[in-house]
């Protein structure tokens, strides 16, 4: 099971916060809840990721999407991850950090955006 929350942070900054597993079922649950949260608003979104337990590919591939629509409307994402290692060992390992910034705190993310 996964779930998607969010806040806004500043009308040109949102939090999104996924927490569970996304494999197959845990993105089916929250994929058009995320990508509306984080690619149709405009606005840069930080994409926390410290609550999953899980990433599979699905779900890889719905962030990437996802940052990708959010770049075509001039906004910009990052991912936290705080310690969560297996989440880094798979974004590392497929390149995911190389084409978003992947940083351990929002406090991190909220500096990046405030540059």
């Known amino acids: 099971m996964a779930s998607v929350t969010h806040e806004d942070l500043s009308d040109v900054l949102r939090l999104v916060k ?3 597993r996304l494999d197959m079922v845990g993105v ?3 994929e058009m809840s995320f990508v509306s949260l984080a690619a149709s608003s405009g606005r840069s979104v930080i994409v926390d ?3 999953v337990d899980f990433l599979a590919s699905v779900g890889l ?4 999407h ?4 959010l770049d075509g409307k001039g906004g ?3 991912l936290v991850i705080g310690d969560n290692d297996a ?3 798979v974004l590392d390992t497929v390149g995911v950090t190389d084409i978003i910034p992947t940083l351990k705190t929002n406090d991190e ?4 955006f405030a540059s």
């Open 87 to 89: 989440v880094l060992e």
């Open 109 to 112: 993310a909220l500096a990046l």
């Open 18 to 20: 996924l927490d569970g």
């Open 61 to 64: 591939r719905c962030i990437i």
């Open 66 to 69: 996802s940052a990708k629509g």
């Open 76 to 78: 910009r994402m990052c």
């Open 28 to 30: 089916g649950e929250i």
């Open 49 to 51: 990721l410290q609550g």
